[in-house]
């Protein structure tokens, strides 16, 4: 059964599910076959309340966001109850990139621009909710990436952007140039990645009153194989007695719910690709950790006490 779950405003204008689906997983998983899948995969996430749904150009090769597109087109009805986030910047050597000859990061204005037109036509959307910057690189010019957004923005391709793996510096950098506020930060965050959590990333986010996005909150699903992972074996006994405390369906969902806890209101986004794990999440987004049991769950993560 699943639970209420609540929104995050993420500008005046747009506000997000507290959980997003991800879409990275679209066309190398054995539970989706056809567009058919997809759709009921997309109907799963909205009966569930989850209406952020979370794509980048490169996801499976390039893609993920065609396939997505091929279903939305069957159902366009859906559209318009749901959000669409995109990324770019990140380019793959891959046989539908011919002019790739390595993989690299491009964020020129020409790239984005072009990523944003091939993104609109894989998703047969006429607008994207919010636009990332995949990844930052050492040829990122910040005020090219604002021409781009401006531009896109003026021609309502892009309601908001944002970002995705930056450093606290480097999206004050971005910031620093734009006009309007970026609207997120996507890192990598879970009970086995702790780094954003520690190193000035959420504390800018709570500062600014952003609420983060989180990729791989369930560490990449090595909560689950803890045969060769220490750190997940350390764990796995205190998120199975946190789980039968609070009457949650597994493990992943007492380590969203740690997730949800932090004071900067992150989303999380799912990976999964099954639609009864979809709702089994959902149960996160009603549970309220007690402050030790939240920091035993950390202590187990990090192996050592807080000092």
Known sequence: MSSPVLRRQMAKDLSFSQLAWGAWRLRNSADIRNTGDILELIHACLDAGITTFDHADVYGGYGCEVYFGEALAK????????????????ALVKDTRPDHRINHYNTT?????????NSLRNLATNHIDMLLIHRPGPLMIADEIAEAFNELRRAGKVRHFGVSNFTPSQF????????????TNQVECSVLELAAIFD???????????????????GGARLFNTENDVAAKR????????????????IAEVAIAWLLHLPCQPVPVLGTMKAHRITCATQSCNVQLDRQDWFEILVAAQGHPVP
Not at 109 to 117: G, M, R
């Open 200 to 218: 000035g990333t959420f504390d800018q986010m709570q500062q600014n009153r952003i609420h983060p996005m989180i990729w791989s909150p369930l």
């Open 235 to 250: 764990l796995r006994p205190v998120l199975e007695r946190m789980r039968d405390k609070y009457a949650l369906p597994g």
């Open 172 to 183: 004050n950098l971005l910031q620093s140039r734009l006009d309007v506020p970026l609207a």
């Open 109 to 117: 204005k020409a790239h984005i621009l072009q990523s944003v037109e």
């Open 75 to 90: 159902a366009p009805e859906l559209r318009r109850k749901m959000e669409i986030i995109t990324k770019c910047g990140v």
